[in-house]
């Protein structure tokens, strides 16, 4: 993701998926924020650009789902936030677990000091175990 100018954020698919032009996909404002934010959220450390920031779910995703691990997300989530993720200014964070699924719903509500507006991320994300 880069920010080309104060309040506009622009990234590429990051699955290499390619526009009917066989260009690869771009993303603006948004859209570019929220494949930003899951890609740290959920991808490893290390992984591509990323060197040794984000992947802060992965830990957790390799355990049994619990109450405790919910209140571990969170927090790593929080922290990550704070230290990696600085380009959004947390208002609200919800981790739901889904049991039967093995899926965790993370509501994320904030504000993007470079989009100059609150920003609303919906992601789900599957547990390993």
């Known amino acids: 993701m880069s920010n ?15 526009t009917l032009n066989g260009d690869i996909t771009k993303y ?10 899951k890609f740290w959220l959920a991808s490893s450390k290390g992984e ?5 920031k984000g992947g802060v779910l992965l830990p957790h995703l390799q355990k049994p789902m ?11 989530i929080k922290n990550g936030l704070e230290n990696d993720f600085k380009q959004l200014n947390l208002l609200k964070l919800s981790v739901t677990p889904d ?3 093995r899926q965790w ?17 919906n992601e789900t994300v599957n547990n390993f175990v």
Do not use: H
């Open 28 to 37: 603006e404002d948004d859209n570019a924020f929220a494949q930003a934010f």
């Open 48 to 52: 591509r650009l990323r060197k040794n």
């Open 4 to 18: 080309n100018f104060e309040g506009y954020f622009t990234d590429i698919d990051f699955s290499g998926k390619k």
């Open 99 to 101: 049991y039967q699924k």
């Open 66 to 76: 619990s109450e405790t691990r919910r209140l571990d997300i969170v927090a790593s």
């Open 105 to 121: 719903k993370i509501i994320v509500v904030g504000y993007s000091p470079i989009l100059k507006r609150a920003v609303f991320l």
